[in-house]
């Protein structure tokens, strides 16, 4: 069983900056496709980032991309980092990382693809 791990959130304000780390435990063959999600109070679960099992290729969400940065720190991505800069407050939520190891570009995005998901953590940004 495969186990995903996040860490990283905290309270900062307007402007700040955090680094989300997200470690898979299990080592595999195949790389992992790794994604960010976020949900917050009384909205639905959204997409925010993935890095692709191709080791190169991101994904982003239009209202983070230019704030938002997310990289691998191995070949397999069994650890990612999600690094937020110029943070507003509607980017308060819990942050979860997702983990499958499907190997396709159409459902990047969709959170149901995924097999694998951490506990979540929580970003606040005060005003």
């Known amino acids: 069983q495969v186990h995903v791990v996040e860490s990283g959130g905290g309270l900062v304000q307007t402007g700040g900056s955090l680094r989300l780390s997200c470690a898979a435990t299990?080592?595999?063959?195949?790389?992992?496709?790794m994604a960010w999600f976020r949900q917050a109070p009384g909205k639905e679960r959204e997409f925010v980032s993935a890095?692709?099992?191709?080791?190169?290729?991101?994904?982003y969400a239009d209202s983070v991309r230019g704030r938002f940065t997310i990289s691998s720190a191995d070949t397999k991505n069994t650890v990612v980092y999600l690094q937020m800069r110029f943070l507003k407050p509607e980017d308060t939520a819990v942050y979860y990382c997702a983990a499958k190891l499907a190997q396709s570009r159409r459902d990047v995005r969709e959170g149901s693809t995924y097999d694998f998901w951490g506990q979540g953590t929580q970003v606040t940004v005060s005003s």
């Open positions: 890095f692709l099992w191709d080791g190169r290729t991101v994904y």
């Open positions: 299990e080592h595999t063959f195949s790389p992992y496709t």
